[in-house]
T-cell receptor
């Protein structure tokens, strides 16, 4: 089965550091993504990890441990605009149920499986 | 570069009515996805296209939902007849070739309310 767990809500203050954890159990694993989604808007890409370790990108960092099925997103120097939902998503092979034969060179049959998201509220 | 376009932005219908959503992916993107996002939850994959063929539709409720991407570009998702539990945001996303390390680009979604 596919299971991705993350906390439902978190709160923090401006300037602080917050860590959002994500654990996953999926039938396949091709990498882990973090997306940010402001209320009423589309999810936007934050980070991607496929190897163990820490990926740093400005105020945001993401960590992956494949053996533990665990990732976290670290947000530093929090700002009010960071108030949003943070979605953990695993790239996993999809179940092919139609007749399409993957074209040579394409890696069809991979999609993102999302967790329920963590709503972060940043206060002044 | 233009993003993923979706319309309408909002739709309110009564149960048992039908509704259709439209998506235009980023130019040149071969892979297109439809996701359903119920309030307070993460997006759930409904169907994935590679060009004009279906790669995965295992979670699409085929008794009422249908989708097509006839020319490998635009796509439509239809619900007929709608139920109350179909109230959600329907997100369209696209990626270049659908590779395992490719990020998805999402449209703003269509918010559907079924009364």
């Amino acid at each position: 089965g596919q299971n991705i767990d993350q906390p439902t809500e978190m709160t923090a203050t401006e300037g602080a550091i917050v860590q959002i954890n994500c654990t996953y159990q999926t039938s396949g694993f091709n990498g882990l993504f973090w997306y940010q989604q402001h209320a009423g808007e589309a999810p936007t890409f934050l980070s991607y990890n496929v190897l163990d370790g820490l990926e740093e990108k400005g105020r945001f960092s993401s960590f992956l441990s494949r053996s533990k099925g665990y990732s976290y997103l670290l947000l530093k120097e929090l700002q009010m605009k960071d108030s949003a939902s943070y979605l953990c998503a695993v790239s996993s092979p999809t179940t092919t149920s139609s007749a399409l034969e993957p074209e040579r060179g394409n890696q069809a049959g991979t999609a993102l499986i999302f967790g329920k998201g963590t709503t972060l509220s940043v206060s002044s | 570069e233009a993003g993923v376009a979706q319309s309408p932005r909002y739709k309110i219908i009564e149960k048992r009515q039908s509704v259709a959503f439209w998506c235009n992916p980023i130019s040149g993107h071969a892979t297109l996805y439809w996701y359903q996002q119920i309030l307070g939850q993460g997006p759930k994959l409904l169907i994935q296209f590679q060009n004009n063929g279906v790669v995965d539709d295992s979670q699409l409720p085929k008794d009422r939902f249908s989708a097509e991407r006839l020319k490998g570009v635009d796509s439509t998702l239809k619900i007929q007849p709608a139920k109350l539990e179909d109230s959600a945001v329907y997100l369209c996303a696209s990626s270049s070739v659908g590779g395992q390390n490719e990020k998805l680009f999402f449209g703003s979604g269509t918010q559907l309310s079924v009364l």
